[in-house]
């Protein structure tokens, strides 16, 4: 068993312009793509986003919902994107215009670290191009915000993707993931001030995206949001694998959080795809133990079993811990990687604090250091959770800008643990993970940009001076196109019709 497998985060972010309340959102996000995506030239400029192989409307739970029966968000292979909009980056991400938020896709990476890492990439890749907005004659300033919700009843995603075997029961992962993410918010929920979608409750909530989800199980990810999404589009071998689209998560800013929102999910996803889950934790009516949880940061809310006992968010998540913790000691040993083990270190500490003493996790979990923060201003001002300024507090924790983001001052501040250093961060905007198939995507859009005429998840598309048709790649295995496979090849092709015929002949 292994925290390690393919995955990746999409993270659509907050944007709006100052003093301009009524700014077109989508002309506010296509800018944000054009000012990254402008001098990056023909690395950049000419590559579309390849659609040949999306499926939206497929289920894993074996149909098709018709195109006519859809809601248009859902359409997510539609090619007509607004002017430049869509930008694949030389670290192997995809930089686009979804659902009127610039959306920052990462590159797929093997470990939960490595997650962090391009995740964070992604908030520099912000930051760069609000900063060019700023520097553009003609432009006003726009702000981008790494959260999740307008607070007027607006929600905007942050999603993961985990590589999974195709034979694993989608059943079984519906039985096992729903209670795990109604309790993983003790956790990783990043915290919102307010409740209800539209914010207009009076309070304090683990999560910003709890509220906005309706039903146990679907296939919609805009409306009717449900904590187990079954959209049945791997980006891969379709018979060999699933990509599991988790939309429930919410947009980290600490690091640590991130780490174990997506470590503890890989181990508990190894657990399902062995069916070495020694007890069913299933709940009683999920979507409403969900917004039960998220809205008491006391932590002492219990939910109802379907096995007839009771537990809080923290004892379920013990529940998990103990059955992973077990199965890595009995397969591995002494021999677990060290991410495992440094998923399931950090995972133990974590609850255990959260049970003793949760404030002690400022320094680790969004929600405890934004009510933290917001605590300490209530009592200063002589608040109530109603006042206006509390939610602009909410704001500023995710405004990725460092000199306004309350988040980045503590990191100025060494006031949160870090898991990647800033140097890193910096590399990976440009690099991309040299252990999947982005290692290629990206080398190719570094090295032959101007001949890559498009490029997905699981192709790059070449068009190659005086060849007559487009030289489609395929790239159906995430696990291949890494540096070791292709990093030689690619250092001795000088270009995109040299590489072309390297593969051909292969």
Known sequence: MSARRVMGIETEYGVSAPGDPAANAM??????????????????????????????????????????????SQLTDVVDDPGLANVILSNGARLYVDHAHPEYSSPEVTTPRAAVLWDKAGEAVMLAAS?????????????????NTDNKGVSYG?????????????????RHLTPFFVSRQVVCGAGRVGTGQDGSGKGFQLSQRADFFEVEVGLETTLKRPIINTRDEPHASADRFRRLHVI?????????????????TALVLELIEERAFTRDLSVERPVNALHAVSHDPTLRTRVSLRDGTT????????????QAAKF???????????????????????LTRLESDPTSLARELDWVAKLRLLEGFRQR????????????????WADVRPEKGLYQRLVARGQVDRIVTD?????????PPEDTRAYFRGRCLAQYGEHVAAASWDSVIFDVPGRGALQRVPTLDPNRGTKEHVGALLDRCRTAADLVDALAAR
């Open 328 to 350: 890595v000691e009995d397969r591995y040993g002494a021999d677990a990687d060290a991410d495992t083990v440094e998923v399931l270190r950090r995972w133990e500490s974590v």
């Open 131 to 147: 900063r060019r907005i700023a520097e553009t004659p003609g432009l006003g300033p726009v702000n981008l915000y790494k959260n």
């Open 381 to 396: 001002e002589s608040l109530d959770w109603g006042a206006a300024r509390l939610q602009a507090i909410d704001f500023q």
């Open 158 to 174: 942050t999603h993961e993707n985990y590589l999974m075997r195709r034979e694993t029961p989608f059943a079984d992962i519906v």
């Open 27 to 72: 002309l506010l996000s296509s800018q944000v793509v054009n000012a990254y995506a402008a001098p990056l030239g023909s690395r950049a400029g000419r590559a579309r986003w390849d659609y040949e192989d999306e499926a939206p409307l497929r289920d894993a739970r074996g149909w098709e919902l018709a195109r006519s029966d859809a809601d248009p």
């Open 311 to 322: 537990a809080t968010a923290v004892q379920l998540q013990w529940m998990f811990y103990e």
């Open 248 to 264: 429930i998560g919410d947009a980290n800013m600490c690091e640590v959080a991130t780490f174990l929102k997506v470590g503890t």
């Open 423 to 431: 140097e890193e961060i910096a590399a990976a905007v440009h690099e």
